[in-house]
């Protein structure tokens, strides 16, 4: 089993307090984020944006697998994971992750879409997410 970790740090109360979040290889490191960041659109990060880049590099190399695998070449991916959060009792809950992918190589335009929809399934972040996943593909 492969095993990788996110870590946080949180100090004073929800509106008030600081966190600094950062990742096992360092790519982050004591990143900034808080209540402003996350509902005031405040300078520094907030958990939906970290599972959407998360989603967005998942689904992208599930994608590239699986375009390998069908013979295309030459293969650019560019994704985009919009992660909903909405008000869910007295708290929220993440709703819904919306990938938009531009995909360009050298291919049938219908297998390219096809491996589009199994990645939207079967990367290991979507599995994980219990969201509803929606995907928008353009072939270039």
């Not at 994704?79 to 909903?84: A, D, E, L, N």
């Not at 360009?104 to 079967?122: H, L, M, P, Q, Y």
Request: net charge negative.
């Amino acid at each position: 089993m492969i095993t990788n970790f996110g870590s946080a740090k949180w100090q004073g109360g929800l509106k008030d307090g600081q966190g600094q979040v950062s990742t096992k290889s360092g790519a982050l490191k004591d990143q900034p984020y808080g209540f402003k960041t996350r509902f005031e659109d405040a300078p520094g990060t907030n958990p939906e944006e970290l599972i959407g880049a998360a989603h967005a590099a998942c689904f992208s190399m599930a994608l590239s697998m699986i375009l390998a695998g069908e013979g295309v070449t030459d293969v650019t991916i560019e994704t985009k994971s919009t992660i909903g959060l909405d008000k869910e009792g007295d708290g929220f809950a993440i709703k819904t992750a919306h990938l938009e992918t531009r995909i360009s190589g050298n291919g049938d335009r219908s297998v390219i879409e096809e491996a589009a929809r199994k990645a939207e399934k079967n990367c290991p972040v979507s599995k994980v997410l219990n969201a509803d996943i929606s995907l928008d593909v353009t072939v270039a």
